[in-house]
């Protein structure tokens, strides 16, 4: 059972194009909610990540919108480059928890 | 700069050999992890390390098992490789703590025929 959904799987804009990848779970008790970014022959990397006491948090270019009660979380990157093109994770966890529950990626591509 | 490394980027098996990926990280991190990356099915944690000589399965530790030593080294063996564990093999490492972020090693692209 995936703990955390992720649409859409793959992702095509223009340059200057602001990609949206959204993410939902079920578990209300998560309470940490990083996004990884893995570029091509590269393993993920943390790229931003959010507490569930805020509604949304920008970093550069990336923002992380925040929906608790919808336990819906999604990312926006504004005026998107081809230097983005990448896989984009969710994921989610909990205090205690050992590991991170990742969605099933997000394949951004970034026309010039 | 920290880093995470596999022994092998690209691997090569046939069905029924014994395969062993290695993974080191010089963080002096205590949690380990190994996940396998397939496409549709995101990432998927195999098993997991707390500390030297501790594990725990994760999500899909069938037909896996892990080898913990030394603080630095997280082994993933395969007993019997299947056609069905082709696919990337991922390694991660994270101080200890649910919130801490936790580093990549490059992945080891596995096939076995």
Redesign the interface.
């Known amino acids: 059972q ?1 703990q955390v959904k ?1 649409s859409p ?1 793959s992702l095509i804009v223009q340059k200057g194009g602001i990609p949206i990848i959204n993410c939902a779970y079920e578990n209300t008790a998560f309470d ?1 909610f ?1 996004w990884y970014q893995q570029f091509p ?6 790229l931003i ?1 959010i507490r569930p006491d805020v509604s949304e948090k920008k970093e550069g270019r990336f923002t992380i919108s925040f929906n608790k009660s919808a336990k819906q979380f999604s990312l926006h990157i504004m005026d998107s480059q081809p230097g983005d093109s990448a896989t984009y ?1 969710c994921a989610a ?8 529950f ?4 997000t394949r951004l591509t970034v026309i010039p | 700069d920290v880093k ?1 490394t596999q022994s092998s980027r690209y691997l090569v098996k046939r069905t029924g050999e014994k395969v062993f990926l290695e993974c080191v990280q010089d963080m002096d991190h205590e ?1 380990m ?1 190994w996940y396998r990356q397939d496409p ?6 195999i098993y ?1 390390s ?1 500390d030297v000589k501790m594990k ?1 399965k ?1 999500d899909i530790p069938e037909g896996y098992s892990v080898s913990r030593e030394k603080k630095e080294r997280f082994s993933l063996i395969l007993e019997s490789a299947s056609t069905n564990q082709t696919s990337m093999y ?1 390694c ?1 490492s994270r101080k200890l703590g ?2 801490n ?7 080891t692209r596995l096939t076995v025929l």
Do not use: I, M, W
């Open positions: 995936q992720q799987q940490y990083p022959g590269k393993g993920p990397a943390l990540a994770f966890t909990l205090t205690g928890a050992n590991n991170l990742f969605g099933t990626g | 995470v949690n992890f549709g099915l995101g990432l998927r944690l997991f707390y725990e994760g991922l991660a649910s919130y972020e936790q580093f990549f090693g490059p992945g």
